[in-house]
């Protein structure tokens, strides 16, 4: 299935590192047709880095999406209910929110857009991207590998060398995940 007329939340945490290659995906997701919502983490809307100040992206992904970003719990909510998208897409998606996902916390705009998509029985794919994706993290990426509904991104180590328990999904495969996780499959390899 093609992302063409698709209702996609693309929600975003604070991976700072791996943002820029998360909006080149969602700029492909725009050219393919797919209408995006985007939802901003709380870190995401307030925290400038080494990678580009807070508003700067905010913006950016605005101009993309052509929406203004969902960025309370509040505005997050009627996902659910009102069944708006058709998959959420978090990338990139940090340690700290797959641990809220694959325990049921629902404390930020990203986690209860997931809520609210998973309640609805309909697809959240995750494009992972953590310093201990195989260490602390390792636990809730076994939770949700066997969780309905959620897909995920291709992923592997991004330094074995310096960063051994690194995990980052492979960005420039969002487009083909998404396909295949609105026909109800999860990509394959997905570790590579």
Same mark, same amino acid.
């Given at each position: ?18 943002? #820029? ?18 939802? *901003? ?12 100040? @807070? ?32 998959? /959420?897409?978090? @990338?990139?998606?940090?340690?700290? !929110? ?15 857009? /997931?809520?609210? #998509?998973?309640?609805? #029985?309909?697809? /959240? ?10 260490? @602390? ?5 076994? /939770? ?12 592997? #180590? ?6 051994? !328990? ?11 995940? *998404? ?14």
């Amino acid at each position: 299935m093609n992302v063409n007329k698709k209702k996609i939340g693309v929600a975003i945490t604070g991976s700072f590192c791996t943002i #820029q290659d998360a909006i080149i995906e969602f700029e492909r997701l725009v050219f393919l047709g797919a209408d995006l919502t985007p939802i *901003i983490s709380n870190n995401v809307a307030t925290i400038n880095s080494r990678f580009g100040r @807070a508003e700067d992206i905010k913006k950016r992904i605005e101009l993309i999406t052509g929406k203004e970003c969902i960025e309370t719990i509040a505005d997050a909510e009627p996902i659910g209910p009102k069944k708006e998208l058709d998959l /959420v897409l978090v @990338a990139p998606c940090t340690g700290n !929110t797959l641990g809220k996902i694959a325990n049921g916390i629902t404390d930020t705009p990203v986690t209860m857009a /997931v809520k609210a #998509q998973l309640r609805n #029985q309909r697809p /959240v794919v995750i494009a992972i991207s953590t310093n201990d994706g195989l260490a @602390a993290s390792a636990k809730n990426l076994g /939770v949700l590998l066997n969780t309905k509904n959620i897909y995920f991104v291709p992923f592997g #180590q991004d330094d074995p060398e310096k960063k051994p !328990t690194s995990l980052i999904a492979r960005f420039g495969l969002i487009v083909p995940t *998404i396909e295949h996780a609105l026909d109800g499959r999860q990509i394959e390899p997905i570790l590579v």
